[in-house]
């Protein structure tokens, strides 16, 4: 009476992070017919709609429910899954809800082989122990679903652009953006795969006092090339790259351009070298193989008056005042700890204002969820943020903001000393040069984004199992090299649907396929969090319960039976570490 797999009972499902979705699926149809058995056996009156065969309709009519409630227990002995089902149906059906879950229970049996046991416990829980094969079925459903297992519609129809990086186009990216860059654009992979429609942005502050600040300091650099004694300002950017830009400069326009009156001079200057930075910030980008599909200028958003029309906007909502000269938005209404000046008393916008027509014209692009990745320094900002959305006339929960924590650079566990003020910093293009996109990627995500990151660039470039990249990439290989003898001695890889699984006995056999069930939700759950660095643990977690797999047991070199069954496990195994590097953008390499 149990309908097929994939039928009306998938969609009872409440998933949760950890358990696999097939195993959850199954038990939630065997579940659901049982709870409408159960009803019939304790003498429970339904409407017409319940009766004959169990459907979602009658399981619907019977408990008032839209899923299965399932989830994960907290402790091992309470079962590998369990349902307060029986508590909830208790009170409408007028029945002690332990008499409600024994009833359910010799309904359910052993669900069709797939639960070794089922107890009833406390007030009416039901806890359910599967059976150590039913996690087998992982493995065929990993090969015949290839890069495709682990994906999913979850956001389907939501509309999410992410904006990340935005450094001001005034200097190159060091190694904090390079945190930001990976995961800003792992998130949006993550969302991607999760079926959101995802567009990468790129906010470029090209307008504003930092950009006078830049022109003049490449002035002052180029007249100090050509032999001037002229002191460089204090509060100017000091970095070395303004001396290689100077040069460059001036075998170019820059030569000519000193001859202008000094405003000309600086407007022009500070134009070229923005346009000149930002494109070596693309460079960089793309060799760390971060996806910008956006670039939006700030200074367009101005000349097009955009600015002026997102004023105009919230002062016809009653939302702006003037206090001593200055423009002030009443962000205090909408959650802000205070109100928030929009323009100076000198008549000058804040950059606040520019940020609120940004973030309007985001919304008015039709995007329908906003992820803003910054910086932690800038965590007193977001409220002022979301306030100005609200009084828009935007939900609030539209804007929401990543917030990434510094890195410290160690070598060989000593710190690097860094000075921002000197101009003194390592350059992300450093780090990928000297440890690699992918080793510098994967341990960028390792960590919570709120969380400071110890990032040991010897440890980063080591071909040893201490570097995590290295680690998961060289499972693959192992899995890689598997394929390979299994080539050379013509042995074709088994055939998922007709090869017998059963000889898969041991624990950690066992163990590594119930992992792999966990994929599809543990991208899920990473996706609906923000949280990439929870596939860096996966991945480590599979790779390490395959290295020890591997190192005890011969795969290739068995009986018939034995061989086909573990040489299947591996290939799905390799299978799922290939799928989650490529969603973090790290390559799944087949030798080392």
């Given at each position: 009476?149990?309908?097929?797999?994939?039928?009306?009972?998938?969609?009872?499902?409440?998933?949760?992070?950890?358990?696999?979705?097939?195993?959850?699926?199954?038990?939630?149809?065997?579940?659901?017919?049982?709870?409408?058995?159960?009803?019939?056996?304790?003498?429970?009156?339904?409407?017409?709609?319940?009766?004959?065969?169990?459907?979602?309709?009658?399981?619907?009519?019977?408990?008032?429910?839209?899923?299965?409630?399932?989830?994960?227990?907290?402790?091992?002995?309470?079962?590998?899954?369990?349902?307060?089902?029986?508590?909830?149906?208790?009170?409408?059906?007028?029945?002690?809800?332990?008499?409600?879950?024994?009833?359910?229970?010799?309904?359910?049996?052993?669900?069709?082989?797939?639960?070794?046991?089922?107890?009833?416990?406390?007030?009416?829980?039901?806890?359910?122990?599967?059976?150590?094969?039913?996690?087998?079925?992982?493995?065929?459903?990993?090969?015949?679903?290839?890069?495709?297992?682990?994906?999913?519609?979850?956001?389907?129809?939501?509309?999410?652009?992410?904006?990340?990086?935005?450094?001001?186009?005034?200097?190159?990216?060091?190694?904090?953006?390079?945190?930001?860059?990976?995961?800003?654009?792992?998130?949006?992979?993550?969302?991607?795969?999760?079926?959101?429609?995802?567009?990468?942005?790129?906010?470029?502050?090209?307008?504003?006092?930092?950009?006078?600040?830049?022109?003049?300091?490449?002035?002052?650099?180029?007249?100090?090339?050509?032999?001037?004694?002229?002191?460089?300002?204090?509060?100017?950017?000091?970095?070395?790259?303004?001396?290689?830009?100077?040069?460059?400069?001036?075998?170019?326009?820059?030569?000519?351009?000193?001859?202008?009156?000094?405003?000309?001079?600086?407007?022009?200057?500070?134009?070229?070298?923005?346009?000149?930075?930002?494109?070596?910030?693309?460079?960089?980008?793309?060799?760390?193989?971060?996806?910008?599909?956006?670039?939006?200028?700030?200074?367009?958003?101005?000349?097009?008056?955009?600015?002026?029309?997102?004023?105009?906007?919230?002062?016809?909502?009653?939302?702006?005042?003037?206090?001593?000269?200055?423009?002030?938005?009443?962000?205090?209404?909408?959650?802000?700890?205070?109100?928030?000046?929009?323009?100076?008393?000198?008549?000058?916008?804040?950059?606040?204002?520019?940020?609120?027509?940004?973030?309007?014209?985001?919304?008015?692009?039709?995007?329908?969820?906003?992820?803003?990745?910054?910086?932690?320094?800038?965590?007193?900002?977001?409220?002022?943020?979301?306030?100005?959305?609200?009084?828009?006339?935007?939900?609030?929960?539209?804007?929401?903001?990543?917030?990434?924590?510094?890195?410290?650079?160690?070598?060989?566990?000593?710190?690097?000393?860094?000075?921002?003020?000197?101009?003194?910093?390592?350059?992300?293009?450093?780090?990928?040069?000297?440890?690699?996109?992918?080793?510098?990627?994967?341990?960028?995500?390792?960590?919570?984004?709120?969380?400071?990151?110890?990032f040991d660039l010897e440890v980063a470039k080591a071909q040893s199992m201490d570097n995590p990249v290295y680690y998961v990439q060289y499972a693959h290989t192992r899995v890689?090299?598997?394929?390979?003898?299994?080539?050379?001695?013509?042995?074709?890889?088994?055939?998922?649907?007709?090869?017998?699984?059963?000889?898969?006995?041991?624990?950690?056999?066992?163990?590594?396929?119930?992992?792999?069930?966990?994929?599809?939700?543990?991208?899920?759950?990473?996706?609906?969090?923000?949280?990439?660095?929870?596939?860096?643990?996966?991945?480590?977690?599979?790779?390490?319960?395959?290295?020890?797999?591997?190192?005890?047991?011969?795969?290739?070199?068995?009986?018939?039976?034995?061989?086909?069954?573990?040489?299947?496990?591996?290939?799905?195994?390799?299978?799922?570490?290939?799928?989650?590097?490529?969603?973090?953008?790290?390559?799944?390499?087949?030798?080392?």
């Amino acid at each position: 009476m149990a309908p097929a797999r994939g039928a009306c009972w998938s969609g009872l499902l409440l998933c949760g992070y950890g358990a696999t979705a097939v195993i959850k699926d199954e038990l939630a149809e065997h579940l659901a017919r049982a709870t409408c058995e159960a009803a019939a056996r304790l003498g429970i009156e339904v409407s017409g709609e319940a009766e004959g065969e169990p459907s979602w309709e009658a399981f619907r009519a019977l408990t008032g429910l839209e899923a299965v409630p399932l989830e994960e227990p907290k402790r091992p002995e309470h079962g590998e899954l369990a349902t307060s089902l029986c508590l909830q149906l208790a009170r409408p059906w007028r029945r002690n809800p332990r008499q409600v879950a024994e009833a359910v229970c010799e309904s359910l049996g052993d669900a069709g082989g797939l639960l070794s046991r089922v107890e009833v416990a406390g007030p009416g829980f039901i806890n359910f122990f599967f059976r150590p094969q039913a996690w087998l079925a992982a493995i065929p459903e990993v090969l015949r679903r290839g890069e495709a297992f682990g994906r999913s519609q979850m956001g389907r129809g939501k509309r999410v652009l992410v904006e990340f990086v935005s450094a001001n186009p005034t200097g190159p990216l060091h190694v904090g953006h390079g945190r930001g860059a990976a995961l800003g654009d792992a998130i949006a992979r993550l969302l991607a795969y999760t079926g959101h429609e995802v567009t990468t942005e790129y906010y470029i502050n090209d307008a504003g006092r930092q950009m006078s600040i830049l022109g003049r300091s490449l002035l002052v650099r180029a007249r100090q090339a050509r032999g001037s004694d002229e002191p460089f300002p204090e509060d100017h950017y000091r970095g070395e790259y303004l001396r290689e830009l100077a040069e460059e400069w001036l075998a170019g326009e820059g030569a000519a351009v000193l001859e202008l009156p000094e405003e000309e001079a600086v407007a022009r200057a500070a134009q070229w070298a923005g346009r000149r930075i930002l494109e070596g910030i693309a460079e960089d980008l793309a060799a760390f193989g971060v996806r910008i599909q956006s670039w939006y200028s700030e200074r367009s958003l101005v000349e097009r008056g955009a600015v002026a029309e997102a004023l105009a906007d919230l002062e016809g909502r009653g939302l702006l005042y003037e206090h001593e000269g200055a423009l002030w938005f009443r962000a205090g209404r909408f959650g802000d700890e205070k109100d928030r000046v929009v323009r100076r008393s000198s008549g000058e916008l804040t950059y606040f204002a520019s940020d609120i027509a940004y973030h309007r014209d985001k919304l008015e692009r039709g995007f329908t969820h906003l992820i803003d990745v910054w910086g932690a320094d800038h965590h007193g900002y977001v409220p002022r943020l979301r306030a100005a959305v609200e009084a828009l006339g935007h939900p609030r929960e539209a804007l929401e903001v990543v917030l990434v924590q510094m890195v410290s650079l160690l070598r060989g566990g000593e710190p690097v000393a860094m000075s921002t003020r000197a101009g003194e910093f390592v350059t992300l293009r450093e780090v990928v040069e000297e440890v690699g996109a992918d080793s510098a990627r994967f341990i960028f995500l390792t960590r919570r984004p709120e969380a400071p990151l110890d990032f040991d660039l010897e440890v980063a470039k080591a071909q040893s199992m201490d570097n995590p990249v290295y680690y998961v990439q060289y499972a693959h290989t192992r899995v890689c090299s598997l394929e390979r003898k299994a080539r050379e001695a013509g042995v074709a890889p088994p055939d998922p649907e007709e090869t017998d699984l059963s000889p898969l006995s041991l624990e950690e056999e066992v163990s590594l396929a119930r992992r792999l069930a966990a994929w599809p939700e543990t991208v899920e759950g990473a996706a609906a969090a923000r949280e990439p660095h929870r596939i860096t643990h996966y991945l480590h977690q599979l790779a390490g319960a395959f290295h020890s797999y591997y190192n005890a047991h011969r795969i290739l070199d068995n009986p018939p039976e034995l061989t086909a069954a573990r040489f299947l496990l591996a290939l799905a195994v390799g299978r799922v570490l290939r799928n989650g590097l490529t969603l973090l953008g790290v390559s799944a390499p087949e030798a080392m």
